[in-house]
T-cell receptor, first 114, second 119 residues
Framework: AQSVAQPEDQVNVAEGNPLTVKCTYS??????LFWYVQYPNRGLQFLLK??????LVKGSYGFEAEFNKSQTSFHLKKPSALVSDSALYFC????????????FGSGTRLLVRP | GAVVSQHPSWVICKSGTSVKIECRSL??????MFWYRQFPKQSLMLMAT?????????EQGVEKDKFLINHASLTLSTLTVTSAHPEDSSFYIC???????????????FGEGSWLTVV
């Protein structure tokens, strides 16, 4: 069975500092990994995905994620956080065994303080 | 990225009535759409997967007779909450992707969500 885990309920960083939101995965076969962001009372916005190729994936709004096969991780990163980055972040894996649905982690709330 | 439109954004209905939520893919054809439910401060719970022209596949524990899903065209799926009760009040989100053989890497795009309040 495919699954993802987000070990942190909340991450706090100061504006201008680098941020990392952690995600680990468990899959059978090749992983198809995604990051989404959700602002209050809104749907999910796609940030980036890893399918194959370069382990460092660049996405929207200056975010990037590093795929690490040996550690089964796909951490989301940004070199310099903005207050406007404060939101709920979801890591997800594609369930290739069943309808290609997305399986989400529990979410991590990012709070960037001025 | 692709645009998924969801309507209405907010709806209030009386207990016992039915309410329909629409999900449209505006600039692409979606052979598969997914419906999620999200409780406050929680992750998304997949309710069902709908494929154009066929019956939806419901997740375990989701009442198919209560949450009717129709995917009549490649750009429209609807979720109808029948005989709504206050416990059905929630945030419902749809998503869409062009799914085909060998396309697990296709991005799934989400609508803005619909707040349902049953009074």
């Amino acid at each position: 069975a495919q699954s993802v885990a987000q070990p942190e309920d909340q991450v706090n960083v100061a504006e201008g500092n680098p941020l990392t939101v952690k995600c680990t995965y468990s899959v059978s076969g090749n992983p198809y990994l995604f990051w989404y962001v959700q602002y209050p009372n809104r749907g999910l916005q796609f940030l980036l995905k890893y399918i194959t190729g370069d382990n460092l994936v660049k996405g929207s709004y200056g975010f990037e994620a590093e795929f690490n096969k040996s550690q089964t991780s796909f951490h989301l990163k940004k070199p310099s956080a903005l207050v406007s980055d404060s939101a709920l972040y979801f890591c997800a894996v594609r369930d290739i065994e069943s309808s290609y649905k997305l399986i989400f982690g529990s979410g991590t709330r990012l709070l960037v303080r001025p | 990225g692709a645009v998924v439109s969801q309507h209405p954004s907010w709806v209030i209905c009386k207990s016992g009535t039915s309410v329909k939520i629409e999900c449209r893919s505006l600039d692409f054809q979606a052979t598969t759409m997914f419906w999620y439910r999200q409780f406050p401060k929680q992750s998304l719970m997949l309710m069902a997967t709908s494929n154009e022209g066929s019956k939806a596949t419901y997740e375990q524990g989701v009442e198919k007779d209560k949450f009717l899903i129709n995917h009549a065209s490649l750009t429209l799926s609807t979720l109808t909450v029948t005989s709504a009760h206050p416990e059905d009040s929630s945030f419902y989100i749809c998503s869409a992707s062009l799914i085909g053989q060998g396309a697990p890497g296709n991005t799934i795009y989400f609508g803005e969500g619909s707040w349902l309040t049953v009074v």
